[in-house]
Structures are given as structure tokens and as C-alpha cells.
């Protein structure tokens, strides 16, 4: 690679960098940054992780053995912040820092000092919102965020100072998904390579684009919902207080807002990295490009008109039940598009059976489980059976677990060798992902006839007649939960590859692979494209 | 690479075994035990049984769909493996008519689908589930408190509460738990059959949810809001549920119960209801000894206060305050015309305190039980401040 | 598509534009985010 086109100060750059803990405090480097997300995501998907295990343990038997219900309700609604704001989000900012650039020739993000500090703001954010926890065992306050992590009032007005923490937390973390989609929007809008137009665009960066435009449109509307619920907490205020004039269910609305469109904002990216992978390990173009562009629009144009499905229970009039039902059984329509994309994208192909892969197939398996089960919660009748009952759990965990995370894994493994230089242990990464499928089947496939048979979420103990699927539920969850062990010792084998004697990863690290990513060294080169590549059709 | 492929030739089919031996363990636990549920629990009202066909309806589609889908997938990846030597084809989107065809039609259906074989029996379900105001036989007014729920039958006037009535050894494990563990109740609500029962919903704290899983109803219950829906029950028997909205501590432990009987009974346990209210309200205008009022406290006490004061009286701060030692229950008892303290031990009692947990109990407990649990708490754990409360002084303070 | 890096690429001064652009996006992105949030307090149930 020469660096001959662009200023010669900037070859030097390596050495100019502080060594030590510094470096990584004063990064600008759309690597380092996306490094740090994905160690970041990782810590915090064992400590999320490690919380829902203590929950499956209490409710192996009926009866309460290991803790107080004060203390479950605090350890269910923090695991699912942790997850979703500070082990999905940042795992998929990760992918976007690391790859936009090299997907769309660039020499580094737009705004790298802004990217700095989105992620910066991130381990502030998660000590504020784990820190009540540790407090209480000093006798200060009562614990963390006790009313789920979905905060209605008035149960969060009545909480103790966990609430506080909690929402002083998601302000950062909001701030920091701000920061985070306004780069990867100005990123992609402006430093694409000369010739990529955008329906030329990698559908990974399509993908994550819809994300961010989602969270720019959503998050501030969450950040208002928890400004006003600080207020009713401490200032007097009544917008959730029904004596003051307020109502209660207009928390519900502003919630929903935002946390329907929340789901796709945490699926788009991996939707978006899925036929990359699944074209590679086929051997053959993707299926559908254009047609999977205009999914994603139309998903994020329906994610924001959907949201009251999520309280059919609350007692909305007629009008609005039926018109959040058809709309809610209307996003099925561009997943189906999806579905049929993905597998078309395999049809014909010549396929090898690669860790990324596997859990690229099994994703897509999954996902159907989650899609198929979320058509039928949009009824409105059916829903009243299902709603608030382990019937959600296991459908929001097949399309967050089996869709999210197994996703995000998918992406780990398919991305590892060009980030690390070195081919990551393929025997390791399948028993990995074989044990993973296993356990995620074996601990939520219950749960659906639990939700069945009438039992209510977020209870702490339980009627007898529900006994056997929740002790079959929690061996599945800790076979589940102590898999990630191997995901996360595969990692780190191969992050130091040299000393592990792994094989070095070529450029092009997968037969079948193609974008601009693969055109750099494995890993890329200080600064990602110091040459922009040319994608212009030549006389053009 | 060629490690890949023997191991997906090889190995696949066996963990594919291995995955559906797993999934028959999971079968054969449960199958041991004859009613065992895989399903809704039987329906009892129009609306359940309407529920459970629409749900069985959609469960045969989307396994449906699900089986063609990954049929069709799972056939792929059996043939179309590079180590079967399969040639990639180059296709990027359908080409020609024939497989624009093919590419439209699945979307045709699923439309059908979404819009027409579910659509319309969900839009007539809907229909049916809020016709809550026309024909009603009789209404229930059903309030959810942290973490009871208080009955009310406006025809007659009977008001009374239900609290969980699953000692809390069981919980504890200090003893075997009961058949219907945490899904009994001290006061069964009772309804008739074949009686069309319009059921409003409210809450004096936070939102709670009441659900029987056999009647097809769930609805929330707002503070400062009324919701409604209803039911028919169609056969005599016992139902239970529970409250399927997060609302605190002890969210887990505030069962329903609901005794369906026919008319004729329901008629007589109303009467009987009525006399015993009576006689209760009756009994505030006497004048009551201490041990009385002590005996009487410390049965309101354990079933309307222990659940956050604790048994003992320590309570579990700071969310949940003891009362052992307070400075609010050894304060004084009323100023010296008979008049309310603002902040006293009475003023809690009666009026709550807003924002927190601690409710007013003077819209749900009559004047005796105000004026014993009062006493009682005074008097007993662990205090001693030697006054009492009469039944005529609550009374007069209403 | 041709993955030929050739030696074309953005120019110091082009890079330097398209940064700028950048910036200037990134405040119009901001305020609209900073906008709906402002806007939620005026809801009227």
C-alpha cells in the first residue's frame, strides 16, 4: 500500500500515540474504538448474564431458597438493561466502528473524536446504573431499579434512589447512542468511496444506517419519558399521577415509543451483516439487494407506528386495538421479504459449514421461531392470554437471544480473522455454537408453555403445576450461560493468535468472501484506507 | 476446509439426534404427569374458548409456515454443499416471469394470511372481548392494592378484601407447601353461572393486572382510571390467577380466586355477606376492651401489614420502615379536642403516604379494624406505649 | 464492481471539505435529536 497520495505526517502517526492506559483513553481510531465496544459488550454480557443465572437458580424449585423478591425484582430489570443498552448496543456499535469504514473505503469514521467519546461515555453509564446494588450492601438506599427494566409508573415514582441511578444512566447511554448514529449517518453519507452510490452501499452500513436513524428519532422520545418520571419523583411534577391530572399509560405510550422501534434498532445490524455472511459461505451473490434495502426502510417506517401492542392489556379503545393489530401483523410482510432473501441468497449456492455460518443458519431458524410467535401476539384476543405471561419471555428471548446475540456471535466469528489476523479455532467455535443452539432451545422452548399454562413474568416463586418446565428451563440456562465461557476464551485465543500458534488470516479470509473489506491486509492497516479505493466503472 | 465438511456429513446428524433426544427428555418428565399443560388450561367463558380456537388456529399456521420454510432451507443444505461438489449459480433476484412467479406468490399468501384467516376471526374476537356495556347481569368493581385485591359488589353494597392465604412458612420452606400453593386466597370472590358480569377495574397505588388464565381475561388495573371487561362463567367450580402486572415486592403472592356457583347460591352467600358486614359496622359503636382490641389487631395486622412491617415489627428499611421503636407509632395519639395529627401514627393509618407503598387504609378497613391494629401496633411488637383507640373515635374522625 | 484501488483518492482538501460537511450534519442531526426531546414536555395528554 503506498502512502505516497496522502500527507507524509500522517505515516507516522503510530508514533505519536501515548502508550499504556492512555492510548485507549485518547483513541480517535475507528479500530481501537470498535475494539473497545466489543470488550466492553462482552464484559457486559457475562455480567447481564451472571444476573439472570442467579434468577434461573431461585427459580429452579418453588419455594423461595436464594433471595428476597425485593431483590429478584432488581436483578431482572437491571439483567435486561445491561443486555440491551450495554451488551447488544455497544456490540453492534463495535461492528459499525470496525467495518463501516473498511466497507465503504474510508480512512476512518467522520467525527472521530465525537466516536471517542460515545464510547468513553459508555462504562460511566453502566457503573451508574450496577452501583445501588453495592451501595445496599453499605445500607445505602434499598438497591437498584426494583420495577423492571420497562419503568412504569407509578411503580417507579414510588421507588428508591435505584430508580434515580437508573435514570441518570440511561441519559448517558442515550447521549451515547446519539453520538454513536450521528457518526455512522455522516460516515456513511460522506466518506464513501468515489463510485459507491448508495444502492451500492454494503447492506451491513444500509442496515445500520435505518439503526441509527431510529435511535436519533427514538431515543430522545425515552429521555423525555424518564425526564418526566424524575421530575414526578422529586419536583412535584404530575404527568403520570392520575389525582394531579396525568395518566399513567401516557408512560406506557412514550415507553413504547421508543422501545418498539428499540427492537429493530438492535436486530437491523445483524440483519444487515446476515447475507454478507450468508453469500460468502454459499459462494454466491446475494439474493435480493435491492428488495432488502426497501425491507429495512419499510421495517423502520412501521416500527414507529406499532408501539401499543405492547399494552393490548392496558385497556385502549376498540379503534386503536385494531389498528395496532393490523399494523403490528403488517411489519410481517418485509421480515417475510427478509426471510426469503436470506434463503435465497443459500439456494444454489455451494455451501461449506463454517462457525459463522452455523450460527448465520441457526439465527435464521431461530429468528423464525421469534417472527412466526410475534405474528400470533398481534392479535389482540390471543394476546390476552399471552400478554405479561412466560409466553413473551420465550418469544422476545428467541428474537433478542436467537436474533441478537446469536447474530452479533455470527458476526464475531466471520469478522475475527480480519480483525485479529489470525483464524480463531474452528473446533472451539463449533462446539461453541452446538452447545449454545442446545441450551438456548432447551431453556426457552418451556417457557412458551409455561407462558401457556398461566404463568405470569416476573414472579419470583411460583404455583406447583409449574415446576418441571421451570427446573428444565434454569439446567438449560446454565448449560446456556456457561457455553459463553468457550465464546469468550475463542476470542481471546485468537486476539493473540501469535502466541496461541494460530494460522495467520489471509486478506481475503473466507474462499467465497467479497466487499472492500477483504481488499485490506488481515488485520487492516493503521489507517483503514489511506488510498481510496475507486469504484467508478472505468470511462465513466 | 476438509475438516468442515466431514464434520457437517458426519457429525450434523448427530447432533441433530442428540438435539431431539434432548428435546424428548424434555417431553418425558412431564408426560409423567397426566395433566400435565401444554396448552391454555380449559375454558370456562365464551371468550376463552374463542381465544383457545384462534389460538390453535395460529399455532397450526405458523407451524405451518415454519415447516415449509425450513423444509425448503434444510433441503438446500443438503444439497447445495460445496463438498457434494454443487456448482454455485450466479443469480442475484428473480429472472424471468416463471420465478417472479415464484417469488410473489409466498407474499400473496402470507397477505391472506395475515389479513384473512387471521384477521377476521381476531377482528370479531376483539369485537366480542369489549362488548363490555350491553346485556350486564350484574357488575364486580374490582380494586388492586400492593398486593391485594379489594371486591366490591355495588348492587348489595359487599365490599371485602382477598389476600394471599399461603402461610409464609411454605414460601420459606420450613414446611410442605399446599396443593394450591400461592394460588389461595382468605376471601374467595363468588359469582354466579351463566350471568353476564360486567367487571370494572381500578388501583389505589400502582398498576396491577387481573388475570384468570381460564376466563381468556386479562386487563390492568390503573390508579385513577376505570377499565372494564367481563365474563360469563359458564360451569360451577374454583378459578384461579394471579396478578400479571410487575407492582412490587410482593407481585408473586396476589393470587385470584374466584368461586363460580349457580344463582341461587350466590344469592344466599350475598345475604350472608351482608349480615356479617353489618354486624362489623355494628361493633364501632361499642366501646372495646384492650385485650379485644389487641386480639383483633393482631389478626388485621398480620394479614394487611406483616407483608412489608414483617411479623415482628422491624420492617425492612428504608423502603419498608419498622414500626418497633418508631417515632411515628409512639408519638401521640390524637391532639387533646380528639382531632387528626397531621403526620401521626393515626394520620398514616388512615390517609397513607403518597409515594410510597403505604396506603390509605380507611378506604378499605372499617373502623374496628383501624382501631385494633392501631392499638395493636402501639402495644405490641415490641412497643409499649400503653393508649388505646376506640372504634367511635375512627368513626369520628371519617 | 471494480475493487482496483487505484491511486485516485480524496485529496487533503477534498477530505478536509467532506470532514467539514460532516460537522455541519452532525449539528443539524443533534438539534433534531435535542428537538424532540424539548418537544415531548409541551404533550398534552
Not at chain 3, 482538501?13 to 415531548?40: N, P, Q, V
Request: charged share 15%.
Amino acid at each position: 500500500m503506498s502512502h505516497a497520495t496522502t500527507a507524509p505526517h500522517e505515516t507516522h502517526h503510530d508514533a505519536h500515540y501515548p502508550g499504556g492506559i492512555m492510548r485507549w483513553l485518547t483513541t480517535t481510531n475507528h479500530k481501537d474504538i470498535g475494539s473497545m465496544y466489543l470488550t466492553f459488550a462482552l464484559i457486559m454480557f457475562f455480567v447481564g448474564g451472571a444476573m439472570i443465572l442467579a434468577v434461573r437458580a431461585e427459580l429452579f424449585q418453588p419455594g423461595l431458597q436464594l433471595m428476597q423478591p425485593e431483590f429478584f425484582n432488581q436483578l431482572i430489570g437491571i439483567h435486561a438493561l445491561v443486555m440491551i443498552f450495554a451488551a447488544l448496543m455497544p456490540a453492534a456499535t463495535g461492528f459499525a466502528n470496525w467495518q463501516i469504514p473498511l466497507m465503504i473505503g474510508a480512512p476512518d469514521m467522520a467525527l472521530p473524536r465525537i466516536n471517542n467519546w460515545g464510547f468513553w461515555l459508555l462504562p460511566p453509564a453502566a457503573i451508574l446504573l450496577t452501583l445501588p446494588f453495592l451501595l445496599a450492601v453499605f445500607g445505602i438506599g434499598d438497591g437498584a431499579l426494583n420495577t423492571g427494566w420497562t419503568m412504569y409508573a407509578p411503580l417507579s415514582v414510588q421507588g428508591g434512589i435505584g430508580v434515580d441511578f437508573a435514570i441518570f444512566s440511561i441519559h448517558i447511554l442515550g447521549i451515547s447512542s446519539i453520538l454513536g448514529s450521528i457518526n455512522v449517518i455522516v460516515t456513511i453519507f460522506n466518506l464513501r468511496a468515489p463510485g459507491m452510490t448508495m444502492m451500492k452501499l454494503p447492506i451491513f452500513c444500509w442496515g445500520w444506517l435505518i439503526t441509527a436513524f431510529l435511535l436519533i428519532a427514538t431515543i430522545p422520545v425515552l429521555a423525555g419519558a424518564v425526564t418526566m418520571l424524575l421530575t414526578d419523583r422529586h419536583f412535584g411534577t404530575h404527568f403520570f399521577n392520575a389525582a394531579g391530572g396525568g395518566d399513567p399509560i401516557l408512560f406506557q405510550h412514550l415507553f413504547w415509543f421508543f422501545g418498539h422501534p428499540e427492537v429493530y434498532i438492535l436486530l437491523l445490524p445483524v440483519w444487515g451483516l446476515m447475507p454478507h455472511v450468508l453469500a460468502t459461505f454459499s459462494r454466491k451473490p446475494m439474493y435480493g439487494y435491492k428488495a432488502q434495502v426497501y425491507s429495512f426502510i419499510a421495517i423502520g417506517l412501521l416500527s414507529v407506528v406499532v408501539w401499543a401492542h405492547h399494552f393490548f392489556t392496558a385497556g385502549l379503545p376498540v379503534p386503536a386495538l385494531l389498528y395496532f393489530m393490523y399494523s403490528t401483523m403488517a411489519i410481517s410482510l418485509p421480515l417475510a421479504v427478509l426471510f426469503f432473501c436470506w434463503i435465497a441468497t443459500m439456494w444454489k449456492g455451494a455451501m461449506s459449514f463454517e462457525t459463522p455460518m452455523l450460527f448465520a443458519q441457526g439465527f435464521i431458524i431461530m429468528f423464525g421461531v421469534a417472527g412466526l410467535t410475534g405474528l400470533v401476539l398481534a392479535d389482540v384476543a390471543a394476546d390476552a392470554q399471552y400478554h405479561h405471561s412466560y409466553f413473551v419471555i420465550a418469544h422476545f428471548h428467541y428474537a433478542l437471544f436467537a436474533g441478537g446475540i446469536m447474530g452479533v456471535m455470527t458476526g464475531v466469528y466471520y469478522w475475527l480473522p480480519k480483525w485479529t489476523g489470525y483464524m480463531y479455532d474452528e473446533k472451539l467455535g463449533k462446539l461453541h455454537f452446538w452447545l449454545t443452539v442446545i441450551s438456548f432451545n432447551l431453556t426457552f422452548m418451556p417457557q412458551f408453555f409455561l407462558g401457556l399454562a398461566g404463568m405470569p413474568r416476573r414472579i419470583p416463586d411460583y404455583a406447583l403445576q409449574f415446576t418441571e418446565f421451570n427446573a428444565i428451563s434454569t439446567v438449560g440456562a446454565m448449560i446456556l450461560g456457561f457455553s459463553q465461557l468457550i465464546f469468550a476464551w475463542n476470542i481471546w485465543k485468537c486476539a493473540r493468535g501469535h502466541a496461541n500458534g494460530l494460522a495467520p488470516a489471509e486478506g481475503r479470509a473466507w474462499e467465497g468472501a467479497t466487499g472492500l473489506e477483504w481488499e485490506l491486509s488481515s488485520p487492516p492497516p493503521h489507517h483503514s484506507w489511506e488510498v481510496q479505493p475507486d469504484l467508478r466503472q472505468p470511462g465513466a | 476446509m476438509k475438516t468442515t465438511h466431514r464434520f457437517v456429513r458426519h457429525r450434523l446428524p448427530l447432533a441433530l439426534s442428540a438435539f431431539s433426544a434432548a428435546l424428548t427428555a424434555l417431553t418425558l418428565p412431564a408426560s409423567a404427569l397426566a395433566d400435565y399443560s401444554w396448552n391454555f388450561p380449559p375454558p370456562v367463558t365464551p371468550i376463552a374458548r374463542d381465544t383457545l380456537n384462534i389460538h390453535n388456529e395460529f399455532m397450526l399456521i405458523i407451524t405451518g409456515i415454519f415447516v415449509v420454510v425450513f423444509a425448503i432451507m434444510a433441503y438446500s443444505m443438503f444439497k447445495h454443499r460445496k463438498s457434494v461438489g454443487h456448482q454455485p449459480a450466479k443469480f442475484t433476484g428473480p429472472m424471468g416471469r416463471l420465478q417472479w412467479i415464484w417469488a410473489l406468490v409466498p407474499f400473496a399468501i402470507l397477505l391472506f394470511i395475515d389479513f384473512v384467516v387471521m384477521g377476521i376471526p381476531a377482528f370479531h374476537a376483539v369485537i366480542e372481548m369489549e362488548d363490555t356495556k350491553t346485556k350486564a347481569d350484574m357488575v364486580l368493581k374490582i380494586t388492586g392494592m400492593q398486593w391485594k385485591w379489594q371486591y366490591e359488589y355495588p348492587e348489595s353494597g359487599v365490599k371485602f378484601i382477598s389476600n394471599m392465604s399461603t402461610p409464609r412458612d411454605q414460601i420459606a420452606n420450613k414446611e410442605a407447601k399446599g396443593e394450591n400453593y400461592l394460588l389461595e386466597v382468605d376471601n374467595e370472590v363468588v359469582l354466579p353461572v351463566d350471568k353476564k358480569v360486567r367487571i370494572l377495574l381500578t388501583s389505589t397505588d400502582v398498576i396491577h393486572t387481573w388475570w384468570v388464565p381460564q376466563f381468556g381475561v386479562k386487563r390492568d388495573a390503573i390508579p385513577g382510571f376505570l377499565r372494564e371487561t367481563w365474563v360469563r362463567i359458564e360451569e360451577p367450580g374454583v378459578y384461579r390467577g394471579q396478578c400479571a402486572e410487575l407492582c412490587g415486592k410482593d407481585h408473586g403472592f396476589m393470587p385470584v380466586v374466584v368461586r363460580a356457583v349457580p344463582e341461587p347460591e350466590y344469592a344466599a352467600w350475598i345475604e350472608k355477606k351482608k349480615a356479617e358486614q353489618e354486624a362489623a359496622a355494628a361493633g364501632s359503636d361499642k366501646t372495646w376492651s384492650k385485650d379485644e382490641l389487641l386480639a383483633k389487631g393482631k389478626e388485621v395486622y398480620e394479614a394487611q401489614c406483616s407483608a412489608c412491617h414483617q411479623p415482628d415489627g422491624k420492617g425492612i428499611p428504608p423502603a419498608f420502615p419498622a414500626l418497633s421503636g418508631s417515632k411515628i407509632v409512639l408519638g401521640p395519639l390524637l391532639s387533646p379536642e380528639g382531632k387528626l395529627i397531621r403526620d401521626s401514627h393515626v394520620d398514616r393509618v388512615l390517609n397513607g403516604k403518597e409515594g410510597t407503598a403505604m396506603q390509605a387504609f380507611k378506604a378499605t378497613l372499617n373502623d374496628v379494624e383501624l382501631a385494633a391494629v392501631i392499638t395493636y401496633e402501639r402495644n405490641a411488637l415490641g412497643n409499649s406505649k400503653g393508649d388505646l383507640i376506640q372504634p367511635a373515635q375512627i368513626k369520628a374522625l371519617r | 464492481m471494480s475493487l482496483h484501488p487505484t491511486p485516485y483518492a480524496f485529496d487533503e482538501a477534498e477530505l478536509a471539505r467532506r470532514r467539514s460537511a460532516s460537522r455541519r450534519m452532525a449539528w443539524l442531526i443533534g438539534l433534531a435529536a435535542a428537538l424532540i426531546y424539548i418537544g415531548g414536555f409541551f404533550l398534552q395528554r
